[in-house]
């Protein structure tokens, strides 16, 4: 994990993000992919842990999201969700999780973190995800609609 300077909290790991949130009931993790993504890629399935993760899209097919914010707090009001508690952003390879992490630290949440590999991990030699790393290569919980 890496410190402050980068106005977050750091990087963890797919493994390391999935231990949190089996271990810290307050522990949430936060997609920030587009809808398609969800639809079409899959999400992390935290069933077995009594979870669901938070799906706020960072980007939209229009550009940026306007409303990113927004969105996340109405999401952590209604789940009660304290500035304190473990923030664990994911999304394909971790650049744009990495972005919400540090806007969701500059609104006054202390423990935001970028899951560094994302959902489908960096490209491989053939330019392909999903064959390095990322959640789905570490074997984690995951599902498709």
């Given at each position: 994990m890496t410190g402050f300077a980068q106005g977050y909290a750091g990087d963890v790991t797919p493994e390391e993000a999935w231990q949190r949130l089996s271990d810290d009931a307050t522990a949430v993790i936060i997609d920030v992919r587009t809808q398609a993504e969800w639809h079409f890629v899959g999400v992390p399935d935290l069933s077995s842990l009594g979870k669901e993760p938070l799906l706020v899209q960072w980007v939209t097919s229009h550009g940026?999201?306007?409303d990113?914010?927004?969105?996340?707090?109405?999401?952590?009001?209604?789940?009660?969700?304290?500035?304190?508690?473990p923030l664990l952003f994911l999304?394909?390879?971790?650049?744009?999780?990495k972005n919400a992490a540090i806007a969701c630290t500059q609104a006054g949440y202390t423990a935001c973190f970028n899951v560094?590999?994302?959902?489908?991990?960096?490209?491989?030699?053939?330019?392909?995800?999903?064959?390095?790393?990322?959640?789905r290569?570490?074997?984690?919980?995951?599902?498709?609609?």
């Open positions: 940026p999201n306007p990113f914010m927004t969105e996340l707090m109405r999401e952590f009001d209604a789940r009660d969700v304290a500035t304190d508690a999304c394909r390879s971790g650049v744009r999780s560094a590999t994302g959902f489908e991990g960096d490209l491989d030699d053939a330019h392909h995800r999903s064959t390095v790393n990322g959640w290569v570490a074997g984690l919980p995951w599902a498709q609609s």
